[in-house]
């Protein structure tokens, strides 16, 4: 669910076209700036600048403000109408401006170094731009010290945003409006499925349905895997498993004899006490 804090003006209006694109729920709180609510102290928590739309997501907590940043956020919340990164990214950001009727230009490329951001705040003001969209966060936090030093006001002057979310965002002055994109997540799905590939003669698994993933053109099939194969092939008697309360790796071929029974009697422990668990709930 979205709180959305806005009015019906040009801006106000994206929030909520964008809101109905993507389907997410949400809940309309209006702020009525002919009466200048937009200055109250509870506003002003989640729009430091005054101004609407803002939004609450209530999965996370997450304030936004800004327009741009309110569609960029919910965007990358939902994986609709804006690509995760490259190209693609940038593709649907200028149908996206021709669309809202304003103009996006393409100011570099800069290197993903911090000192570089100092430079592309320069290039944004020679250009005359109101907003600028980093694709790092690096870059966004030196461009903000850089703006802060030419006199230039955050975000009433300026609006900056970053993409990456990292640590430092939450400790610059102004703080940095920033993008969590799941990368993490995506590569621990990818790097998955591609070890699979290359291990698929050696492991017994099974596919499940397959998944899209934002950047990723091609479905994703993740595996399960059952076991081992032997060198002809057939599952090896290995038993694995992970999870909550289980850690368990148990190869018998690898068992000396003097220490079965040692492991007979520790499995019966463990089954006994499980027992005695189930019982006392």
Known sequence: MIDLYTWSTPNGRKASIMLEEVGLPYMVHPIDITKNEQFE?????LSP?????????????????????????????????????????????????????????????FSSMRQSGAAAADAALH????ACLFFNDMLALDALKRFRERGVAIPSAM?????????????CDPLLTTLTAPIAEAGRIVV???????????????????????????????????GMLDAAGKR???????????????DPTMVDPKTSDRIRAILKDALDALDREKRRR
């Open 41 to 45: 102290p509870a506003f002003l928590k």
């Open 127 to 130: 250009h005359g731009v109101t």
């Open 192 to 226: 998955s499925y591609e070890t699979y590939a290359l291990t698929r003669k050696l492991v017994d698994a099974h596919p499940l349905p397959p998944i899209t993933m934002k950047g990723i053109s091609r479905e994703v099939v993740p595996y399960v895997v059952e």
């Open 49 to 109: 600048n005054n101004r609407i739309p803002a939004i609450v997501d209530r999965d996370n907590g997450q304030s936004v403000f800004e327009s741009g940043a309110i569609l960029i956020y919910l965007a990358d919340k939902t994986g609709k109408l804006l690509a995760a990164s490259g190209r693609r990214r940038w593709q649907a950001l200028g149908a996206a401006a021709d669309r809202l009727r304003v103009e996006c230009i393409r100011i570099g490329p």
């Open 236 to 250: 090896m008697a290995v038993f694995s498993e992970h999870m909550t309360g289980l850690d368990l790796y148990f």
């Open 159 to 171: 609006s900056v945003v970053g993409c990456d979310d990292i640590f430092g965002a939450d400790f």
